[in-house]
């Protein structure tokens, strides 16, 4: 027989146990997606001799994740880390590259943005998993981390923990909240300006190419609004 008091106490008991199962599930399900295999499939397709081979690892990949526990949290977890991967895979090739190619001859120092002064011995171009470019976005995503990223920016090219947090920091506030309209949305997001409204078709299919065939992998629908 189960008092009325005690009726109580396993309520409490079970609520504790699916919240804290939930938490669990939450925490791990990133990890559990994006498996070795997975992550690895990536990687190897980089010639042996890019550097990113050595630089970009899961292990780096999950503990940036720990710092961005709303990176997953999209209508579809799956479809998420697919478009995340998809675009990580066209920016660096397939992890290869660590920084933009020629980069250092192109200015990306914007001085309208006043509160990230550029340091004029340093370059914003891009680096890391999505290419981090421009003063304000290294400012932006330096005081959100935590580190200096006017005056340091190549931290992005050394860290690998902090070159995904700086990729992860890009997508959840600037990519996330469109994802519910379609991949293409996502890729407006990151280099709209240049590839969407037929200015780059190429790099478009290309990126929706890698999409489609992650989502294959992971067993999940691409959605709609594939293209820009």
Sequence with gaps: MVLPYMRNCLLVIVLAGILAGSVSVKAQSVADIVTPEFFNGILDQADASCEGRNFYSRAAFLEAVNSFPQFGSADDIRREIAAFFAHVTHETGHFCFIEEIDGATRDYCDETYTQYPCNPDRGYYGRGP???????????????????????????????????????????NSVQPVIGQGFGATIRAINGDIECDGGDPAAVQARINYYTEYCNQLGVDPGPNLTC
């Design 130 to 172: 999505l290419q981090l470019t421009w003063n304000f976005n290294y400012g932006a995503a330096g005081q959100s981390i935590g580190f200096d990223g006017l005056n340091l920016p190549e931290t992005v090219a050394t860290d690998p923990v902090i070159s995904f947090e700086t990729a992860l920091w890009y997508w959840v």
